[in-house]
Nanobody
Framework: QVQLVESGGGLVQAGGSLRLSCGASGTFFNIRDMGWYRQAPGKQRELVATITSGGSTNYADYVKGRFTISRDNAKNTVFLQMNALKLEDTAVYYC??????????????WGQGTQVTVSS
């Protein structure tokens, strides 16, 4: 079984910063792409950023230049540094990982989510 556990959410004023972390645990072969998604009340879950095992990154236009995704492959952990936060960044942030299991198949896993609230 594979588990993703997020941490680092909280309440911050507009213009402030937060750093999210997500660690994977369990039995698996390796982790391919990892990413962060978010879901605001009444809205669909949307992409924030992704990163490959080789470090290539992809960002949604609405976070480019403000958010930075990174990962530590040795610790099976992905990070999201969020700067210049805006009110519209308020959402539950979810970690996602494409995990290659020991039998060779790849399965997507999600974390439980961490709340990020940006206040004025």
């Amino acid at each position: 079984q594979v588990q993703l556990v997020e941490s680092g959410g909280g309440l911050v004023q507009a213009g402030g910063s937060l750093r999210l972390s997500c660690g994977a645990s369990g039995t698996f072969f390796n982790i391919r792409d990892m990413g962060w998604y978010r879901q605001a009340p009444g809205k669909q879950r949307e992409l924030v950023a992704t990163i490959t095992s080789g470090g290539s990154t992809n960002y949604a236009d609405y976070v480019k230049g403000r958010f930075t995704i990174s990962r530590d492959n040795a610790k099976n952990t992905v990070f999201l540094q969020m700067n210049a936060l805006k009110l519209e960044d308020t959402a539950v942030y979810y970690c996602n990982a494409d995990v290659r299991l020991i039998y060779g198949n790849v399965r997507a896993y999600w974390g439980q989510g961490t709340q990020v609230t940006v206040s004025s």
